[in-house]
């Protein structure tokens, strides 16, 4: 099992830049494919991006490609998603999480396939 907290979000400009940071702690992230969500008010949860298990895959939903990048750093054992070129769309809360699987290359796209969730962290890009 693991726990997941996420830090770093915030109020920004559009146009700015923000870097939220998902600490896990019980089994190591490696163990796990990670991935960051986010849900604005009246919206369903989507995926953002997503990294496997071996860290060589990602995968990143086309309205973020380009401006949002993931990253994970195992000895701290935290993933990270930075955030740039902000737009007011980009507004709702994000989320980390993460999917057990056996399997080190995939990247699953589907909120169900993840099993660990984080609390979230607000985002407001104001325009």
């Known amino acids: 099992q693991v726990q997941l907290v996420e830090s770093g979000g915030g109020l920004v400009q559009a146009g700015g830049s923000l870097r939220l940071s998902c600490a896990a702690s019980?089994?190591?992230?490696?163990?796990?494919?990670m991935g960051w969500f986010r849900q604005a008010p009246g919206k369903e949860r989507e995926l953002l991006a997503v990294?496997?298990?071996?860290?060589?895959?990602?995968l990143y939903a086309d309205s973020v490609e380009g401006r949002f990048t993931i990253s994970g750093d195992k000895a701290k054992n935290t993933v990270y998603l930075q955030m740039n070129s902000l737009k007011p769309e980009d507004t709702a809360v994000y989320y980390c999480?993460?999917?057990?699987?056996?399997?080190?290359?995939?990247?699953?796209?589907?909120?169900?396939?993840?099993?660990?969730w984080g609390q979230g962290t607000q985002v407001t890009v104001s325009a």
């Open positions: 019980g089994r190591t992230f490696s163990s796990y494919v």
């Open positions: 999480a993460a999917a057990s699987t056996p399997w080190a290359r995939t990247t699953p796209a589907r909120v169900e396939d993840y099993d660990y």
């Open positions: 990294i496997s298990r071996s860290g060589a895959e990602i």
